[in-house]
């Protein structure tokens, strides 16, 4: 069974900081894993999807890493800012039985302190 | 475009009451997904639709669940003789492909009283 574990639960840092957030997961038998950002009470944002053949994608201050062999993704924000303050996930899809659905992390709550 | 909705956005309901959950994917989404998120925690699978079968309902917690997407576009999840333990935030996602991400919904907020 897939477990997914996000480390750490929580992060508080002073704005302008650059930081990682870390994603583990026990099978490698994936298709993609997707990070996601959730506000208070709100639904599920996409920032970025890596598919199991790639290593590395970007959209503007974040960057995400993949190595699939390892199991472990890394979501890197640069220059932090007190608008990024949010929950982070991260999710697996999985190749074989059950392929479609996400496995999620726990998330790791950001605070990025002015 | 317009992305996932869902309706309604916050429920109570008194325990045993019978509930129903809407959710509208994105236009031409093949795929579609239903989550439950208990507080703190990261979402969890409950059911997937391809088009207008139901080809994996593993994460359904019991028979008092169950959901339908009849037309292949438009979801419903019913929730039976609801249970405090039922209370959780409920997500609907949709997908066009299998190697393409899956889109959120805002999610319907449920507490059982």
């Known amino acids: 069974k897939q477990e997914v574990t996000q480390i750490p639960a929580a992060l508080s840092v002073p704005e302008g900081e650059n930081l990682v957030l870390n994603c583990s997961f026990t099978d490698s038998a994936i298709y993609n894993l997707q990070w996601f950002r959730q506000d208070p009470g709100k639904g599920l944002t996409s920032l970025l999807l890596i598919q199991s053949s790639q290593r590395e994608q970007t959209s503007g201050r974040l960057n995400a890493s993949l190595d699939k062999s390892s199991g472990r993704s890394t979501l890197y924000i640069a220059a932090s800012q007190p608008g990024d303050s949010a929950t982070y996930l991260c999710a697996v899809r999985q190749e074989g039985q059950g392929a479609q659905k996400l496995v999620f992390g726990q998330g790791t709550r950001l605070t990025i302190n002015p | 475009g317009a992305g996932v909705s869902q309706s309604p956005r916050y429920k109570v309901a008194k325990r045993g009451q019978d509930v129903a959950l809407r959710c509208d994917p994105i236009s031409g989404h093949v795929s579609l997904f239903w989550y439950q998120q208990a507080l703190g925690q990261g979402p969890e699978f409950l059911t997937y639709?391809?088009?207008?079968?139901?080809?994996?309902k593993s994460g359904l917690p019991s028979d008092r669940f169950f959901a339908e997407r009849p037309e292949g576009s438009v979801s419903t999840l019913k929730i039976q003789r609801t249970q405090q333990e039922d209370s959780a935030v409920y997500l609907c996602?949709?997908?066009?492909?299998?190697?393409?991400?899956?889109?959120f919904g805002p999610g319907t907020r449920l507490t059982v009283t």
């Open positions: 639709f391809q088009n207008e079968a139901q080809l994996d």
């Open positions: 996602a949709s997908s066009p492909t299998l190697v393409s991400g899956q889109y």
